[in-house]
C-alpha cells in the first residue's frame, strides 16, 4: 500500500518576530493527507494564526518549505492560490454594503473561475452553506452567525484541495456548525483535506489532532 | 445615495473652483498668460488634469488602506487574481470618474463662463489624456507599495499632489518659477500632459514641440509602469517576509 501524496506538506517551518526572543513557530513539520481533517489547537497567542497563515501564503517563513499539492507559494502563486480556501479569524473580509450573492460572484471572479462555472459555483455554494434566502441582502443588515456563513461560503466556491480554518465556529449556531460539517465532508470526500485552528475542538470529529506549544508541533 | 454623491461632491468641489478662478482670471493681466479670458482657459484645463492626476495618484492608495482596515485586502491577496492585479484595478474606477468629472467640469466652464473648446482638435484630447493617464499611473502604485509597507495613504500622495500642483504649471506657467527649481518641471509628466491638453483643447500657444510632450508622456509611462509593477510586488514580497502584509 503506498501513502498518499500530502494536499498540504509544511517541512522545518521556522519563524521568529522581531524583538521577541523565543520562535512562534520552531522547525514545525506537517503533512495533510486527502480526505483528512486535522485540528491545531493551543492557547491564545501560541502562533495558531501564523501557522495557518504560513500555509496559506500570507507569512513567508524564515526557514523551511511549503507545499500545498506540490505547488510554492510563490513561484507558482495563481496555481498555489487556487487551490487554497481561508477563512481567518474574526469577522472582517466582507464588503458592508454588498449583497451575500455579490460577495460570492466577486470572489468567483478573484478566484479566477472559468465565466461557465462561475453560476453553478455560486448556486451550490449558497446552498451548501444556506445562504439562499439571504442572496440579495447586504451583508451589514444580516447577522454575526450569517456573515459568518458568507466567510465560509467564500473559502469553499471554488472548490480548493486545501481549506484553512482559523477559529471557523465564531458566532455559528449549531445549524452553522452543521453546515460546516456538511460542507467539510463533501471536501474530504473528493480528495480535499482541512486544517482547523482554534484554542479547542469544541466537539467536533477529527482524523488527528496536533498541539502548539512553544513554537512547537505535537500529536494530542 | 452614497455612490452618486461620490460623483457629485467632486464635481460640485470642481465648479466652485472653476468659479472661484473665472473672478480671479478677472484681476490677471500679465503678458505670461494673456487676457483674463486666456488665464481662465488656462487654469481650468490645469484644474481637470489635477483631478486626473489626484484619482491616480491619491484615491487608489487610499482604497487600498480602506481595504487593509477592513481586512478585504486579505482576500485579494489570498485569491488567484492576486494583490498586485488588484490594486492595479483600484485605479480603473477612480480614474474613469475623474475623466467623467473633467469633461462635466468643461461643460460647465464652457456653458457658465464662455470657455471656447477648440472642434475638433479637443478630440485629441481623448487618446492624450489616457496617455497621460497612464503616466500618471505609476505614481498611485508607488504610493501604493507605500501604504504596503508603511501602512500610511495620504502622506505621501498628498506631497505628491502639493508638489505637482505648484512646480508642474497647473496653476500658472512654470516659466515663473525661480530657476533653480524650475528643472522639476522637466522630470515628471504632469507639465508635459498639461501644456498638451491645453494646447489641444483651448489652443495655448506650446512652449516646445507637441510631438515632444507626447514622446515624454510615453516615455514616462514606459520606464515608470515596469518601475512601480516591480515596486509593487517587492512591496507584497516584504510584507510577506516582515510578516507585515495585511497589518493595518
Not at chain 2, 16 to 34: E, M, N, R, S
Not at chain 2, 185 to 199: G, W
Not at chain 2, 224 to 235: K, M, R
Request: glycine share 8%; with cysteine.
Amino acid at each position: 500500500m503506498t501513502a498518499l501524496t500530502p494536499v498540504l506538506r509544511l517541512d522545518g517551518i521556522s519563524k521568529r518576530w522581531p524583538k521577541v526572543p523565543s520562535p512562534v513557530l520552531a522547525d514545525v513539520s506537517l503533512g495533510v493527507e486527502p480526505g483528512s481533517l486535522v485540528f491545531i489547537g493551543g492557547a491564545n497567542g501560541v502562533g495558531k494564526t501564523t501557522l495557518l497563515r504560513v500555509a496559506a501564503g500570507l507569512i513567508a517563513p524564515d526557514s523551511g518549505e511549503i507545499r500545498v499539492g506540490g505547488l510554492h507559494p510563490v513561484r507558482d502563486r495563481r496555481a498555489y492560490q487556487s487551490r487554497v480556501g481561508f477563512l481567518p479569524a474574526g469577522t472582517s473580509g466582507l464588503y458592508a454594503r454588498l449583497t451575500v450573492a455579490a460577495h460570492l460572484r466577486l470572489w468567483s471572479r478573484l478566484a479566477m473561475l472559468p465565466r461557465g462555472r462561475r453560476e453553478h459555483a455560486i448556486e451550490a455554494t449558497a446552498a451548501c452553506f444556506d445562504l439562499e434566502p439571504l442572496l440579495e441582502r447586504r451583508v451589514d443588515r444580516i447577522s454575526m452567525g450569517q456573515r459568518q456563513r458568507v466567510r465560509l461560503a467564500m473559502s469553499f466556491l471554488h472548490e480548493p484541495a486545501l481549506v484553512l480554518l482559523d477559529e471557523p465556529l465564531t458566532s455559528l449556531d449549531d445549524a452553522g456548525a452543521e453546515l460546516l460539517t456538511g460542507a467539510l465532508g463533501e471536501l474530504a470526500a473528493r480528495g480535499g483535506a482541512a486544517l482547523w485552528c482554534a484554542p479547542d475542538p469544541a466537539g467536533a470529529s477529527f482524523d488527528r489532532s496536533y498541539w502548539l506549544e512553544h513554537g512547537e508541533l505535537t500529536p494530542a | 445615495m452614497s455612490y452618486p454623491f461620490s460623483f457629485v461632491t467632486p464635481l460640485v468641489s470642481a465648479m466652485f473652483g472653476v468659479t472661484l478662478f473665472h473672478y480671479i482670471a478677472q484681476l490677471v493681466h500679465a503678458p505670461t498668460v494673456g487676457t483674463p479670458d486666456q488665464y481662465f482657459a488656462y487654469v481650468v484645463v490645469g484644474i481637470v488634469i489635477l483631478g486626473v492626476l489626484t484619482s491616480a495618484v491619491g484615491t487608489p492608495p487610499a482604497v487600498l488602506r480602506q481595504e487593509l482596515v477592513a481586512g478585504t485586502f486579505e482576500r485579494l491577496v489570498l485569491s488567484p487574481f492576486g494583490a498586485v492585479r488588484s490594486a492595479v484595478c483600484m485605479m480603473g474606477f477612480p480614474l474613469v470618474r475623474a475623466v467623467l468629472i473633467g469633461v462635466a467640469t468643461l461643460a460647465f466652464a464652457d456653458v457658465a463662463f464662455g470657455l471656447h473648446l477648440r472642434w475638433p482638435d479637443s478630440l485629441l484630447a481623448i487618446p492624450v489624456g489616457a496617455l497621460a493617464a497612464v503616466a500618471f499611473a505609476p505614481f498611485g502604485l508607488a504610493v501604493s507599495a507605500s501604504v504596503i509597507l508603511f501602512k500610511r495613504a495620504t502622506v505621501v500622495s498628498t506631497l505628491v499632489i502639493s508638489a505637482m500642483s505648484l512646480l508642474a504649471g497647473a496653476y500658472f506657467p512654470v516659466s515663473l518659477l525661480p530657476a533653480w527649481i524650475r528643472w522639476t518641471s522637466d522630470v515628471q509628466p504632469f507639465t508635459p500632459a498639461t501644456e498638451l491638453m491645453r494646447h489641444l483643447m483651448v489652443g495655448t500657444a506650446m512652449t516646445g514641440s507637441a510631438w515632444l510632450d507626447v514622446l515624454k508622456l510615453a516615455a514616462f509611462a514606459a520606464v515608470l509602469l515596469p518601475a512601480a509593477g516591480v515596486a509593487l510586488t517587492g512591496a507584497v514580497q516584504m510584507g510577506r517576509r516582515r510578516g507585515t502584509l495585511i497589518e493595518y
